[in-house]
Each structure stands twice: as structure tokens, then as C-alpha cells.
């Protein structure tokens, strides 16, 4: 009836004033208090940037387990058994063993037990900062986890699932730290080139066999590469490393290791 439907504009109407009155309000404590302008701005950034890295993130990832399927998906026995040996740790002593030697054969004394325990910190740096400090922050679960999303389509080789978590990879933060600090020591083309194709086979053979992310190889990478960069560095200005101007048995190292493949 009537009476009911001015009760209802009258109440609306109200309403429509309250409001008009609170953004009056706000509009004049806004401008008694700019801070609290900025801060409402710096909030919607706040959130505009969160809801763009949690999207960049999800692609990332998603980028990240297809890269992975593909590479894990294309195997055979032949490859499982060979990748399975390219990965292993014991397998690639001798190689280490001559490159140690071609080091005692190049750099003078002073210099020597310096950039052998070169080789030692870089180690330590990529196995601590990837496996001790990175990995528990972040928590990423293996492939080959049983909380992984992929778990049940991951092709296993010789039931090798490696530990709880993968982010970064230690092989490969350890593999390309050694490739890079013997091409920041020596500069020898042939030697550098065997290194470092050596380096991103151990890392393709990580996601063959269902253990790493692509990501996970990246990131290891870049944390062994800077903490070769940093190691040399310290090298030279503490050590007084010069390089040798001729190289002696640059080749031992390829012959060992494509002996050892």
C-alpha cells in the first residue's frame, strides 16, 4: 500500500544519507590526515602486487611440471641405466682425482692451497646454502615424493627417489660451482667446454630420473655459479692468484672422464 511504500523510500532515502555522510566524514579526516590516503594506496598496491606474484608464480610453476613431464616421460632401459651411472657421485672420483693433479701440475705453490681450498668452499658453499638454508625455508616436495602432485605419473629408475625435498639441487649447484671455478681458474676452451657439458648432463640426468624440478637444476646452477665467482674472487685478491700462462695435461680431465662415460 502507500504508507508502506513511503516507509520503504524513507528508509532507503536514510540510508542513501548515511552513506553520503560517511564519505563526507572520510573525505574530510582524509584531508585533516593525508597519511591516511597513502597508506590506503600503499595498501591497494600491496594487493594488486600479491595477487601478480602469486599469478607469475603459478605459471612459473605450472611452466615448471610440464618441462619436467617432458623431460621425464622419454626414457628406455638403455638411458635409465646410463643416466642412473652419469648421476652418481663415486663414479666421477677419478675425474676429480685428475683434475686436483693438473692443478698441483699449473699453479705454483704459494697459490696452490689456496685454490684447492678454492674447491673445498664452493662445496661447502653449495651444499649449505641450497641443503641447509634454502630447501627448509622452502619446503618444495621431489617429484618423486609421495606428496608431490606428479607422484603417480614420475617414471622411477631403479626405485631411486632421493630425500624429502629438492629446491634447489645440490648436484647441480655442486657440478656447475666445479665447471665454473676451473673455467675462472684456467681458461682453457677445450677443458671449460668438457666441464660444462659434463655439468648440464648431471643436471638433465636429475630430472630424467624423476628427482628434480628443471627449476630446481636452475636455481642450483646459479647459486654454485656465484659462489665459484665469489671463491675466485677472494682467490685473487687474498690469495694473489695469477693464471699460468701455459697450460700442462688440460686434457687429462677429458680423457678421464669421457673414459669414465
Not at 29 to 47: D, T
Not at 122 to 145: H, K, T, Y
Not at 167 to 186: E, G, K, Q, V
Amino acid at each position: 500500500d502507500l504508507t508502506t511504500l513511503v516507509e520503504r523510500f524513507n528508509h532507503s532515502n536514510g540510508k542513501k544519507n548515511s552513506s553520503s555522510e560517511w564519505k563526507i566524514e572520510t573525505k574530510k579526516r582524509k584531508k585533516e590526515h593525508p597519511y591516511l590516503k597513502n597508506s590506503y594506496i600503499c595498501k591497494v598496491k600491496y594487493e594488486y602486487f600479491m595477487v601478480l606474484a602469486n599469478a607469475v608464480i603459478d605459471f612459473l610453476e605450472n611452466l615448471d611440471i610440464s618441462l619436467f613431464l617432458s623431460i621425464n616421460e622419454k626414457h628406455n632401459g638403455f638411458f635409465d641405466q646410463f643416466m642412473y651411472a652419469f648421476s652418481g657421485k663415486v663414479v666421477w672420483v677419478p675425474m676429480y682425482i685428475s683434475i686436483v693433479y693438473m692443478m698441483v701440475r699449473n699453479i705454483v705453490r704459494p697459490q696452490l692451497f689456496y685454490a684447492i681450498l678454492g674447491v673445498v668452499l664452493i662445496v661447502l658453499f653449495a651444499d649449505q646454502v641450497c641443503g641447509g638454508l634454502i630447501r627448509p625455508m622452502v619446503e618444495r616436495w621431489r617429484p618423486s615424493n609421495v606428496n608431490s602432485p606428479v607422484y603417480d605419473v614420475v617414471h622411477i629408475v631403479n626405485g631411486y627417489r632421493g630425500g624429502r625435498y629438492g629446491f634447489p639441487s645440490c648436484h647441480a649447484a655442486n657440478t656447475l660451482a666445479l665447471a665454473t671455478y676451473i673455467m675462472l681458474l684456467f681458461k682453457n676452451r677445450w677443458l671449460t667446454a668438457f666441464l660444462m657439458v659434463w655439468a648440464l648432463i648431471t643436471c638433465y640426468s636429475r630430472s630424467y630420473l624423476g628427482v628434480h624440478y628443471p627449476g630446481d637444476l636452475l636455481v642450483g646452477g646459479l647459486v654454485g655459479s656465484i659462489g665459484s665467482f665469489l671463491v675466485y674472487r677472494l682467490l685473487v685478491r687474498y690469495g694473489r692468484y695469477t693464471r699460468p700462462e701455459e697450460m700442462k695435461l688440460s686434457y687429462l680431465p677429458v680423457w678421464v672422464g669421457l673414459i669414465t662415460i
